[in-house]
């Protein structure tokens, strides 16, 4: 079992940056692949960024690749997306999620755990 928060989620201008962290806890943190998935009001959740268990290898949704950046600390447990140039069009929940492999996974389906959301609120 893993247990994953979410923090740094907050409100923002059009064009400022935020840091999300995601603090994990339970099962070995270098086991899991670790992904950043977003839902907008009205939409359906969507994949954001990925990184596989050392850190070594990210995947980025187009929408945000350049923007984003993925991170990891195993020794602190805890995984990081650095959001640069936010636009209103990133406002949303954003979740964190476990999946128990060592390579990515962009798709929902594949991942084990979910933390349970940090609002990030981008004004134009």
């Known amino acids: 079992q893993v247990q994953l928060v979410e923090s740094g989620g907050g409100l923002v201008q059009a064009g400022g940056s935020l840091r999300l962290s995601c603090a994990a806890s339970?099962?070995?943190?270098?086991?899991?692949?670790m992904g950043w998935f977003r839902q907008a009001p009205g939409k359906e959740r969507e994949f954001v960024a990925a990184?596989?268990?050392?850190?070594?290898?990210?995947y980025y949704a187009d929408s945000v690749k350049g923007r984003f950046t993925i991170s990891r600390d195993n020794a602190k447990n805890t995984v990081y997306l650095q959001m640069n140039s936010l636009k209103p069009e990133d406002t949303a929940v954003y979740y964190c999620?476990?999946?128990?492999?060592?390579?990515?996974?962009?798709?929902?389906?594949?991942?084990?755990?979910w933390g349970q959301g940090t609002q990030v609120t981008v004004s134009s």
């Open positions: 990184i596989n268990w050392s850190g070594g290898d990210t």
């Open positions: 339970g099962r070995t943190f270098s086991s899991y692949a």
């Open positions: 999620a476990a999946d128990y492999t060592l390579s990515i996974a962009t798709s929902m389906t594949l991942y084990d755990y």
